[in-house]
């Protein structure tokens, strides 16, 4: 198994990003897919998640400013951000392999992509 993600980058404060992760060697249609985020000095949280029936759930932090989606025919997970804050700084990573929708009380599957940084500065 495989999570390949891409998108990160710098951005201005206000500004918008969209992150991928493509999944390979797994049945990805069948999987709860989610968004990790790690900042310097902090445990790693849970950012977003997407049921495999398209349910989600967002961090209070996000909230409104982020979207998580799904293309199963592509087998990739989307993070959409926007109204960036340097507070969003961190590196992401998606998740996956878990089901019964327990990623959306943050119980994380078995496999992590290598994460790509967000900086949001000026």
């Known amino acids: 198994v495989q999570l390949q993600a891409s998108g990160g980058g710098l951005v201005q404060p206000g500004g918008s990003l969209r992150l991928s992760c493509a999944a390979s060697?797994?049945?990805?249609?069948?999987?709860?897919m989610g968004w990790y985020r790690q900042a310097p000095g902090k445990q790693r949280e849970l950012v977003a998640a997407i049921t495999n029936g398209g349910t989600t759930n967002y961090a209070d932090s996000v909230k409104g400013r982020f979207t998580i989606s799904r293309d199963n025919a592509k087998n990739t997970v989307y993070l959409q951000m926007n109204s960036l804050k340097p507070e969003d700084t961190a590196v992401y990573y998606c998740?996956?392999?878990?089901?019964?929708?327990?990623?959306?009380?943050?119980?994380?599957?078995?496999?992590w992509g290598q994460g790509t940084l967000v900086t949001v500065s000026s």
């Open positions: 060697g797994m049945i990805f249609s069948i999987f709860d």
């Open positions: 998740n996956g392999g878990i089901t019964r929708g327990r990623i959306l009380a943050g119980t994380s599957g078995p496999y």
